[in-house]
């Protein structure tokens, strides 16, 4: 009973072949293609606004210098919002809650953050290491200090994002399981435990949306500290 509570993390295969690519890719079927009503459709005007709102969102706290990030950071947004959301449906595979997945997309992006900052304006970069008016005897401590936390950013996002999704999946897969098992024991408490379960649901649904907000919101945090 307990393997099978994690069971729901492990990647599905066919015929030996894992599906994670095609699970990743299925929610760019949900996006428009371009026809003679693909502006005045509904949706696509719904779609729009959507972007629209996420890019100022985004952007607006940066200088312009950091504007190109602009489609790779709505991008990631809306890839991770998909996905994210779409986990949710029973009978289906969230590729964020794998830690590996996660990493794969934090530390390129963390890196490329740094390395932008490195190049455009060297001395200010290095000097977020150390704060200004530190004591001598504090320095190389402080140094030691601000680089840890400068290096562990990138496992950071990625543990976030994977132990938000994994906790939320296991807690709705156990009161599932307990309000099965006390429906024909004692009904009244399984009916009680369906409306947790509806809530706690709803409460999934808002944990999916904000740990994609809050992981494209911390690297646009690192990126405008290094623009």
């Known amino acids: 009973m307990n393997l099978s509570f994690f069971d729901q993390f492990t990647s599905p295969s066919l015929m030996g072949i894992p599906l994670i690519l095609l ?19 509904r949706l696509s005007t719904l779609q729009l606004w959507l972007l629209t709102t996420i890019t100022k969102q985004l952007m607006t706290p940066l ?18 919002l998909t996905i994210n959301l779409l986990g949710l449906l029973p009978y289906t595979f969230t590729p964020t809650t794998q830690l590996s997945m996660n990493m794969a997309l934090a530390f390129p992006l963390w890196l490329a ?3 932008t900052g490195l190049r455009n304006q060297p001395s200010i970069s290095l000097g977020h290491l150390l704060p200004e008016g530190t004591p001598t005897p504090l320095i190389p401590i402080l140094i030691l200090i601000e680089t840890s936390s400068l290096l562990i950013r990138p496992l950071a996002l990625g543990v976030r994002l994977t132990a938000n999704l994994t906790a939320g999946h296991l807690l709705i897969q156990l009161i599932s399981t307990a309000t099965l098992t006390l429906l024909p024991i004692l009904p009244m408490v399984s009916a009680l435990t369906a409306l947790i379960l509806l809530l706690l649901t709803i409460l999934e649904v808002a944990v999916a949306m904000i740990q994609a907000y809050v992981f494209v919101l911390l690297l646009s945090l690192y990126l405008q500290e290094n623009t």
């Open 113 to 115: 953050t740094l390395l």
């Open 63 to 80: 200088n312009k210098k950091a504007h190109k990030w602009s489609l790779i950071m709505t991008s990631l947004m809306v890839t991770l």
């Open 23 to 41: 699970a990743i890719m299925f929610p760019t079927l949900l996006l428009p293609t371009p026809n003679n009503r693909w502006i005045t459709n």
